[in-house]
Every structure is written in structure tokens, then in C-alpha cells.
């Protein structure tokens, strides 16, 4: 999208013009930390939630009426698409440290506040858990693997998309390593 926004800095006008959001431009002149940390997490929405949503739709083939654990929710763009995949007979989990993005979220989305480092995700409960770009952040992250899987139903999906994360790599194919699924 084309923008422009413009800002006294230091008794000087700058202006921001050219291919980027409005939003974008605003935070470059005038931004808070909020702003900078929504913003950080909307470019990743923009650049990763297509790749995230075809896989959830035709790799795994999230159903209505499935519980799933959004951990890591961020800005919540995946938290509400599963909710409206799953329907009013699901419930999305959407778990994070700082939940202060996850507001208006639909009806079937639970705001969970945690640090996977230490949360229980509790047995059996989930048909889906996804993760993207969080447990680069967590500490002790292969307790925090084990417990998000003792965390699926039998034969759940566990979707793990992290950057650093081919260790995690449990099953998929060569197009989709980071696709794991657990049956038990
Ligand atoms: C890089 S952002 C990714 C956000 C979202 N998953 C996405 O890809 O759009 C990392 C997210 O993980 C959360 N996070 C970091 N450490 C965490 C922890 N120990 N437990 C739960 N969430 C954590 C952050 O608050 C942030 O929302």
C-alpha cells in the first residue's frame, strides 16, 4: 500500500513515502514501544500467516469442533483464524507471557496468560497446538516441547514453526520439515 506521513524531528520534517503500511510510516516518525512491538508482530502476520494457514488447511485439515493451543498468540491473527475454522463447537486456547494484543477476540478464543516455560498444558487435551517463532524465547524449550505434546489427543497435530527448531523435526516431508505430527 502507498503512504506517506511526515513529523517534526529535531526542528527538521521528515517524511516517510512509498510501499509500506500506514500504520508503518506512523510508528517510523511517531511510534511508542507498543506500537513497535504490534508493529513487529503484524510484519510477521503479513509474511508468515499464508504459508501457516495453507498448512493448517491442507496439510492438517483443522475441523470444525476441534480444540486447539495458539501458545506464543502474539498479535492473535492465527488464534482468530483457527477460531473461525473450528466454529462455535471448538475452542482455541491462544496462550502467551504478554496477552495485551489478544483483546476482541471471538467467543470460542480463551486468553491465557503463561510462560511456557513453566505451564502446565495439561493431558490430552488439545487436537492441534501451534507455535511460530516463540520458543526461541523460552528457556528449558525441549520440557516445554515434551509438555505441549503430552498436551494432543491421540493422534493430534503438532504444527512447530521456529526458526532455529530443525532438532524438533519429528515427522513431515521434504517440502514441510517443520510438520510434525504425533500419534500415540
Ligand atoms: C516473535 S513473537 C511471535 C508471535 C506469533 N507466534 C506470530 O508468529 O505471529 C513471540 C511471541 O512469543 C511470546 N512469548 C515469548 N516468551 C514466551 C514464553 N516464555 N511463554 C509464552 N509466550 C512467550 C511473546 O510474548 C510473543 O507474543
Redesign the pocket.
Known amino acids: 500500500m502507498e503512504a506517506s506521513c511526515a513529523a517534526r524531528v529535531g526542528g527538521a520534517t521528515l517524511r516517510v513515502e512509498g510501499s509500506m503500511t500506514e500504520k508503518a510510516a506512523h510508528w517510523i516518525l511517531k511510534g511508542s514501544a507498543h506500537d513497535a512491538e504490534l508493529l513487529r ?1 503484524h510484519a ?2 503479513e509474511v ?1 500467516d499464508e504459508h501457516t494457514c495453507r498448512l493448517l488447511r491442507e496439510k492438517i485439515g483443522v475441523q470444525v469442533g476441534w480444540r486447539c493451543l495458539e ?5 492473535g ?2 488464534a482468530r483464524w483457527l477460531a473461525e475454522r473450528i466454529g462455535s463447537s471448538g475452542s482455541v486456547v491462544a ?4 496477552c495485551r494484543f489478544l483483546t476482541d477476540v471471538p467467543p470460542n478464543v480463551e486468553v491465557r496468560e ?4 513453566v505451564a502446565d498444558f495439561g493431558t490430552e487435551e488439545f487436537d492441534l497446538v501451534h ?4 520458543l526461541a ?2 528457556s528449558g524449550r525441549d520440557e516445554a516441547l515434551a509438555r505441549l505434546v503430552a498436551s494432543l489427543r491421540p493422534g493430534g497435530w503438532l504444527l512447530s514453526e521456529e526458526a532455529l527448531n530443525n532438532e524438533y523435526v519429528v515427522a513431515g516431508d521434504s517440502d514441510d520439515k517443520l510438520l510434525a505430527r504425533f500419534v500415540f
Open positions: 508482530l510477521l502476520e508468515f501458545l506464543g498468540a502474539g498479535a491473527s492465527i496462550a502467551d507471557i504478554n503463561l510462560d511456557a516455560a507455535h511460530r517463532s516463540v524465547f523460552v
